[in-house]
């Protein structure tokens, strides 16, 4: 049986853990978003002390050497893609859209797919595409099993690059125009000084 100062002692020092716990917590405010942050504080508290620590934790001790242990080796995937900024979820896309009965829903698929390919084109390659190159592209992804003609569905390029940040051929005329009257005016500044 304990005495009384040894049972104080381990009250104390509970208490004293417990609010060096509140204390990290409103530190990294950030951790209360992450599940089970308060676990992973006692964690934390329990690292800090070098597993030495003789409090009572309201969750299980963490195990040394499962938390020096090397963490599995990870198994990626090792499909090919075949044009990388259209990426494999356009791939698997197109691949369901060959598997469907033609109808209204394939061709949605379709159409939607096309729509996609210009929206990554622009977004990873450059400022301007064909339409007729994507739907190439999709013909070609497709192993001819897509063939679309008409683009109209295709959404504007201009609206893609704004939606990106980019710019279209409008605003760089705008800002090369800025550009030429700010250099017009500063050479005018100067030369009135002369």
């Known amino acids: 049986m304990q005495d009384q100062s040894a049972l104080e002692y381990n009250t104390e020092r509970n208490k004293v853990a417990k609010a060096i716990i509140k204390v990290m917590g409103e530190l990294n405010p950030h951790l209360r978003d992450v ?18 620590l003789d409090v009572d934790s309201p969750y299980p001790l963490p195990e040394p050497a499962k938390l020096a242990a090397k963490p599995d080796r990870v198994a990626y995937p090792q499909t090919k893609i075949k044009v990388g900024h ?5 791939q698997e896309l197109i691949a369901k859209a060959c598997e469907m009965e033609p ?19 622009l977004t990873f390659n450059s400022s301007s595409v064909e339409d007729e190159v994507i739907l190439a ?37 705008n800002r ?15 030369n009135k000084r002369y």
């Open 35 to 52: 599940e089970e942050y308060k676990p992973k504080l006692w964690t934390h508290l329990f690292i800090m002390s070098d597993f030495q």
């Open 137 to 173: 592209h999709l013909t070609k992804l497709s192993d001819g099993q897509i063939k679309l003609t008409d683009t109209s569905f295709l959404p504007n390029t201009n609206e893609i690059l704004r939606a990106n940040g980019g710019s279209s051929n409008n605003q760089n005329k």
């Open 176 to 190: 090369n125009n800025k550009n030429r009257n700010n250099k017009n005016r500063n050479n005018k500044n100067r």
């Open 86 to 90: 259209y990426g494999k979820t356009v």
């Open 103 to 121: 109808g209204e829903e394939r061709t949605a698929l379709e159409k939607h797919c096309g729509a996609l390919m210009k929206r990554f084109h």
